[in-house]
């Protein structure tokens, strides 16, 4: 795995040996930065269930001005940790070593916001509910912002109240789901 543009392209970046995490495929991550590249440039990005880095990682090197990282495995940590040194991006990271809903309470109540946030939860663990209800819960999202959900496409995506879809991007077993806040709730 490697990083596709910016400032760090080209760097290798370390993975998690084993089924534990399950990276983003390069095509796919080319895609999405192709459609978000011109929202990065001074972003303030949020990447949920880590893994790797590798989202987030891409996001500084093209330009995002912060990238928050979260991730409860230490040892996807400490690749994180590794990764962001050997980019040299680590000075515009922050990881938060803890579970996606407490960090997402304590980002919100550190009165955070931000321009992208992306989520690629475990596919059958059964999380997206509960972490798009947190999210349009605590207003983490700024006005303009929007949350990509990575998931599988053989599994229903259940939209909370006060978001609302912009755009879905198929593949064969992939689904990216742009979200953004319904106007009401902004």
């Known amino acids: ?19 534990a995490t399950r990276p983003t495929t390069d095509r796919i991550k080319e895609t999405l ?3 978000i590249a011109f929202d990065l440039p001074e972003a303030s990005f949020l990447d949920l269930f880590s ?9 500084l090197s093209r330009g995002a001005a912060e990238a928050v990282f979260v991730e409860n495995a230490a040892e996807c940590q400490k690749v994180i940790q590794a990764n ?8 515009r990271a922050r990881l938060l070593q803890t579970d996606v809903l407490s960090a997402l309470d304590r ?16 596919y ?9 209800e947190r999210i349009a819960e605590t207003g983490l999202l700024k006005a ?20 609302k879809i912009l755009r879905e991007k198929v593949y064969k077993t992939t689904t990216l789901t742009f979200l ?5 709730n902004v």
Do not use: W
Request: net charge negative.
């Open 1 to 19: 795995m490697r990083v596709i543009a910016g400032a760090a392209k080209g760097h290798n970046l370390q993975t998690i040996e084993g089924l």
């Open 33 to 35: 930065f192709n459609i």
């Open 51 to 59: 893994g790797s880095g590798a989202i987030g990682i891409e996001a």
């Open 84 to 91: 962001l040194v050997h980019t040299k991006l680590q000075e």
């Open 107 to 122: 980002l919100a109540a550190e009165g955070k916001k931000f321009d992208i946030i992306f989520m690629d939860p475990p």
């Open 124 to 132: 059958e663990a059964g999380l997206y509910t509960s972490v798009l």
């Open 144 to 163: 303009e912002g929007y949350l990509i959900a990575e998931g599988s496409s053989q599994i229903a995506l259940t939209i909370p109240k006060g978001m």
């Open 180 to 184: 953004c806040a319904e106007e009401e």
